[in-house]
């Protein structure tokens, strides 16, 4: 496979064969924007700004403050609160809630800085990992030897697909077959252990082996929700 500056972090997130490769590509975004975030980026304009004004989720806020320290957080809470105070709320009660304000909280409470350049690099590295599919016979066999791709990445994957700078026409019937395959033989796999792991507790199977099922429910719930239990 050769390799160059675009198809680098493309290849090391695949080659690890551990898990779902874009759950990793998320993890690897998150990490570096979450320590971006409380670190060089904190007294950067255009950065401070777009925090300001999009906040972060819950599992960001608390991500950064398990990594920064405390007045890098505060600092960015000090700037965030008075962006809310000085342009969500109105200015003053009225007789009645002020829709537009309404409208903005809830805006507000859909918005995270870090969740939002996650997205758009995954979105750009899906698009090399869609050129080096239909380039690359050697990453075509790589991605055919990932471990799985959890079911919202299927999604995401398939969707990003069909769209400009995705899989063209002659080769998309292959890489569904190739990406479906890699989700429904998981799924299946996980729904056979959990069968054998309630039937483990079935008197006629006292002493029985649980085999691959004993982390079963573990394994089922990472795949569902991305998070580890």
């Known amino acids: ?39 060089d980026s904190m007294m950067e304009p255009n950065t401070r700004i777009e925090t300001n004004k999009k906040g972060f989720c819950h599992r960001h806020f608390s991500k950064m403050f398990q990594v920064g320290q405390k007045l890098p957080n505060a600092l960015i809470l000090e ?27 809830t805006e507000l409470e859909k918005t995270c800085y870090v969740c939002d350049r996650i997205k758009r690099d995954v979105d750009h590295l899906l698009s090399t990992v869609y050129v080096q599919y239909q380039k690359d016979a050697d990453f075509v066999k790589l991605y055919r030897e990932q471990p799985y791709i959890c079911l919202n990445h299927y999604a995401l994957i398939m969707k990003n697909a069909s769209m400009k700078n995705g899989i063209s026409g002659k080769n998309m019937a292959q890489f569904h077959k190739d990406t479906y395959d890699l989700t429904k033989n998981y799924l299946v796999s996980l729904k056979e252990d959990i ?31 991305k998070e580890k239990v």
């Open 1 to 39: 496979m050769k390799e160059n500056i675009c198809t680098i972090p493309i290849n090391d997130l695949f080659k690890p064969k551990n898990g779902c490769p874009i759950c990793r590509m998320e993890e690897m975004l998150e990490e570096t924007y979450v320590a971006y975030t409380v670190g």
């Open 79 to 105: 700037s965030h609160l008075q962006q809310i105070i000085d342009d969500v709320l109105p200015k003053k009660a009225g007789s009645k809630p002020d829709k537009k304000a309404l409208e903005k909280i």
């Open 195 to 225: 069968t054998h792991f309630c039937s483990m507790f079935d008197y006629r199977n006292r002493g029985g082996d649980f085999g691959t099922s004993k982390d079963s429910i573990e394994r089922s719930i990472e795949y569902l929700t």
